[in-house]
């Protein structure tokens, strides 16, 4: 069994940056994949970054890619997202998900997190 916490999330203008924690609490943290999900009010969930068990390989959507970095400490048991240039249309629910098999950004992880709410604004 593994839980997730994620944190960081906020308020902030357009142009400015956040960084995202997701902390699980389980065994062997370093065996999951872990992704990062968001939903905005009325759209669909949508996958926008996923790490490799040992770091490594990164998966990014298109709508992050050049903006959002995904990084993982698995002494921390801890995984984050650097987002830096934030748009208006970043604001959503931000959900860390894990998963033993890779699911690249198919939301059909096993263990997800309560979300932590990112709203970028002026």
């Known amino acids: 069994q593994l839980q997730l916490v994620e944190s960081g999330g906020a308020l902030v203008q357009p142009g400015g940056s956040l960084r995202l924690s997701c902390a699980a609490r389980?065994?062997?943290?370093?065996?999951?994949?872990i992704a990062w999900f968001r939903q905005a009010p009325g759209k669909e969930r949508e996958g926008i970054s996923s790490?490799?068990?040992?770091?490594?390989?990164?998966v990014y959507a298109d709508s992050v890619k050049g903006r959002f970095t995904i990084s993982r400490d698995n002494a921390k048991n801890t995984v984050y997202l650097q987002m830096n240039s934030l748009k208006p249309e970043d604001t959503a629910a931000y959900y860390c998900?894990?998963?033993?098999?890779?699911?690249?950004?198919?939301?059909?992880?096993?263990?997800w997190g309560q979300g932590t709410q990112v709203t970028v604004s002026s």
């Open positions: 790490i490799a068990t040992i770091g490594g390989r990164t």
């Open positions: 389980g065994l062997n943290f370093d065996v999951y994949y």
């Open positions: 998900a894990a998963d033993r098999v890779d699911k690249l950004l198919y939301p059909m992880y096993d263990f």
